[in-house]
Each structure stands twice: as structure tokens, then as C-alpha cells.
């Protein structure tokens, strides 16, 4: 790990907090999502203040699974469940989530799905960028209430893979927003010139 901050908590983690039947060295990366993000900073690199980092950090993984498609069954899909208390750095104007904040969630939550199942096909992460991410949002969500990000793959192919993510307002049992989220491999860095 580059960010030695996370390789200490992720030897203290205990993955009996995810449920699930992802293997343990799954849950151990993805299982705490400071882990699974400082993973990618490059080595001798601190990981930078991002974006929506304060978010991030109060995101729990609670489910990591991987499964039998129901309509492929000779295919597997990965599975990704967690929560996020909605607070005040994440409401718009009217006090209620902002479709932005959405977005970035369905963006973050949804890769854990696709690294998980990555992880237990190919025991190893690889990288990928946004290619598209379609949200549709259903209802509000408002300072206090707990959302459940329920993130489950639908393809993964070589170059390209997307995941459907579901934000369910947990405290009022309704849908707040639904997306899909599609990813690719990294363009390669470009050439030096000679």
C-alpha cells in the first residue's frame, strides 16, 4: 500500500463486520474504503485531499459477495452493499441530497462491486476510468437519514464493464436514486518524444 495510514488500519480490520461470501483477502481490501482508495496513489505518493474524501471516509462497506447471475447462471456478478449517513456537506439549497452527491456516490460505491468480483476472477485489481454514468433520481433524501448503496455488476468484459447502483433511503424504505455506470481500461500515458 502506498499510504501506510491504510496499511495499518487494514491489518486491524476486522472483516467479521462484511457480510457476505466474497473471500476474506476481498473483504480485507474492499471491506474499509480507505483501503480500496489509497490503493491506487501511487508508491512514495500521500494520497491527496480529493474530492468528496470526507464522504468517502464515512462510507461502510457492510456486504461483499459474489454470485450466480440469475440469468446467466454459468456467469458470475459481483455484489457490493454499503452506507452512508446523509449530512450537511452533502445536501443542496432545499436541505435534501444533492443530485450531484448522487452521482458521486453511484461513481465511488459502484466500483466496489467491480472490484470484488475483478479481485476473485483475475486475484488482482485492475484500474478503470469512467466511461458514462446515467442517473435517475426518485426521491429526496435529507440530513439524518441512511442511505444503502446496493451496487451489483451486469457486465465485465476485457476492455469495458458496468454496474448497476441503487441509493435506497434506509430510514424511509423508498428509492431515492437508480444509475448505471460504465467503465474502461485507462488510456495508456502518452509517449515521450525522442
Known amino acids: 500500500m502506498a499510504d501506510t495510514a491504510a496499511s495499518s488500519h487494514e491489518d486491524s480490520f476486522d472483516i467479521s463486520q462484511v457480510a457476505g461470501n466474497a473471500p476474506d483477502n476481498i473483504k480485507r481490501m474492499l471491506g474499509r474504503p480507505q483501503t480500496f482508495f489509497s490503493s491506487f496513489v501511487k508508491a512514495g505518493h500521500k494520497r491527496p485531499n480529493v474530492f468528496g474524501r470526507s464522504i468517502e471516509e464515512r462510507m461502510v462497506v457492510k456486504e461483499l459477495s459474489i454470485l450466480n447471475k440469475e440469468d446467466e447462471p454459468e456467469k458470475l456478478e459481483g455484489r457490493a452493499v454499503l452506507e452512508v449517513d446523509v449530512t450537511e456537506d452533502m445536501v443542496n ?47 429526496p433524501a435529507e440530513i439524518g437519514e441512511r442511505l444503502r448503496l446496493v451496487n451489483t455488476t451486469l457486465t465485465m468484459g476485457s476492455r469495458v464493464e458496468s454496474v448497476r447502483t441503487e441509493i435506497w433511503n434506509a430510514t424511509r424504505h423508498r428509492l431515492v436514486a437508480s444509475g448505471i455506470h460504465i467503465k474502461m481500461a485507462p488510456s495508456p500515458p502518452p509517449k515521450a518524444a525522442l
Open 93 to 139: 439549497g432545499g436541505g435534501t441530497m444533492h443530485g450531484g452527491c448522487s452521482a458521486f456516490l453511484i461513481d465511488m460505491a459502484s466500483s466496489f462491486a467491480l472490484a470484488a468480483l475483478d479481485m476473485y476472477q483475475n486475484d488482482k485489481l485492475h484500474g478503470s476510468v469512467s466511461q458514462a454514468l446515467n442517473v435517475v433520481y426518485h426521491s
